[in-house]
Nanobody, 123 residues
Framework: QVQLVESGGGLVQAGGSLRLDCAAS????????MGWFRQATGKEREFVAA????????KYADSVKGQFTIFRDNAANMVFLQMNSLKLEDTAVYYC????????????????WGQGTQVTVSS
């Protein structure tokens, strides 16, 4: 069955870095755009970043441009989110997701979702 399993979340001080990993199985990973979304407490889930099937094209939310980097390893069926210079407002549950559309930012285009990993940024 399809699985997306996120890892790498945790507690980090403001200004620090984390890398989130997402391991995929049960579908043709290399055919899918992969994305990261996040949901802070009391807020709606929002788009963070997406990477094309061939790791050539990326798209970022304005709030994380220059701060986060998304990349993938198709041989390992993994997608990553490198998060630098973390801010308090980056605190959220982060989800990885898969879409058969090109660099989608809309959640409705994403077919498969992970369970999420908590990222907490402290002052």
């Amino acid at each position: 069955q399809v699985q997306l399993v996120e890892s790498g979340g945790g507690l980090v001080q403001a200004g620090g870095s984390l890398r989130l990993d997402c391991a995929a199985s049960g579908f043709t990973f290399s055919s899918y755009t992969m994305g990261w979304f996040r949901q802070a407490t009391g807020k709606e889930r929002e788009f963070v970043a997406a990477v094309s099937w061939n790791n050539v094209d990326t798209k970022y939310a304005d709030s994380v441009k220059g701060q986060f980097t998304i990349f993938r390893d198709n041989a390992a069926n993994m997608v990553f989110l490198q998060m630098n210079s973390l801010k308090l407002e980056d605190t959220a549950v982060y989800y990885c997701a898969a879409a058969l559309w090109e660099l989608e930012t809309s959640q409705t285009r994403y077919e498969y979702w992970g369970q999420g990993t908590q990222v907490t940024v402290s002052s």
